[in-house]
């Protein structure tokens, strides 16, 4: 069932995107080769806990974290752990709060100092896809389009690796409602698209094959190649003539860009 918001739910949605997005700020302000990804974790627990919001992941299915922290391989869903990140890897950070009864979910890729032309690419077309899908976010369209969008821009303009198994998702009083959004896809199939839909889009996008397993401990997504992965995730609320992003991230990347530890020479 599809859960269409009223206006005053959205400012709300708004509130609980925008959290994220501050904690993905503090996040860009301190990352750095030599931190691990459980001080990060433990970093936005507590900012996230400071402003009197609620965890949506942690014990979510089970789920043992705050973030899902996805380096290199690992495409979604990887466990923060106590091994230093180094220069030369890209980390997802994914997270997700309730604020007021309301979800926040979505994730950025980060680039610790110098990677390939190969991985630049990877994580700029990533997010690139993004931004292509959001623009069919608006009434009238369907969900189709939104994949397709994605799909274009990734698979078949540059022969990355979509990602079949994991989706995007409809959300609100619940981390994942309905629909999904795949990133893949026909144009003009699925769902038709109306006001005040909230979706979260988020391409999982491999530089390889897109291939991935799930490791022993029942949460961890890799690829089957082990080449790198990037996933991108913001809130968008469908619109009459332009999807309302709900998520922010101008404060990310401007944080990014102060860091010098972090590489934004693909923008
Ligand atoms: N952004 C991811 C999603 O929407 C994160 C979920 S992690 C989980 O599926 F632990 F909450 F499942
Ligand atoms: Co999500």
């Known amino acids: 069932?599809?859960?269409?918001?009223?206006?005053?739910?959205?400012?709300?949605?708004?509130?609980?995107?925008?959290?994220?997005?501050?904690?993905?700020?503090?996040?860009?302000?301190?990352?750095?080769?030599?931190?691990?990804?459980?001080?990060?974790?433990?970093?936005?627990?507590?900012?996230?806990?400071?402003?009197?919001?609620?965890?949506?992941?942690?014990?979510?299915?089970?789920?043992?974290?705050?973030?899902?922290?996805?380096?290199?391989?690992?495409?979604?869903?990887?466990?923060?752990?106590?091994?230093?990140?180094?220069?030369?890897?890209?980390?997802?950070?994914?997270?997700g709060v309730i604020l007021n009864g309301w979800h926040g979910d979505h994730a950025y890729t980060f680039i610790l100092g110098d990677v390939t032309n190969e991985i630049l690419q990877l994580v700029k077309v990533t997010k690139e896809s993004l931004y292509k899908g959001i623009e069919k976010a608006i009434v009238n369209n369907r969900i189709g389009d939104i994949s397709f969008a994605i799909q274009e821009h990734t698979e078949k303009k540059y022969g990355y690796g979509v990602v079949r198994e994991l989706v995007g998702h409809g959300l609100g009083k619940s981390l994942h409602e309905d629909p999904q959004v795949p990133n893949y896809g026909k144009r003009g199939s699925g769902a038709k698209l109306r006001e005040n839909l909230v979706l979260a889009i988020e391409p999982m996008i491999n530089l390889g094959a897109k291939d991935v397993f799930t490791e022993k401990d029942g949460w961890t997504v890799k690829t089957r190649d082990g080449k790198p992965s990037v996933h991108f995730e913001h809130d968008v609320c469908v619109k009459k003539d332009k999807a309302l992003i709900l998520s922010d991230y101008s404060i990310i990347e401007a944080a990014e860009k102060a860091n010098s530890n972090l590489n934004t020479s693909y923008y």
């Open 1 to 95: 069932m599809i859960f269409y918001k009223t206006e005053e739910e959205v400012a709300l949605m708004k509130q609980a995107a925008m959290l994220v997005s501050e904690t993905l700020t503090e996040v860009a302000k301190i990352l750095k080769p030599g931190i691990t990804t459980l001080q990060i974790d433990a970093l936005c627990e507590t900012y996230v806990k400071d402003k009197k919001a609620l965890l949506s992941f942690k014990n979510y299915h089970g789920y043992p974290y705050s973030i899902c922290a996805s380096v290199n391989d690992v495409v979604v869903h990887g466990f923060p752990n106590n091994t230093p990140l180094k220069e030369g890897d890209i980390v997802s950070i994914d997270l």
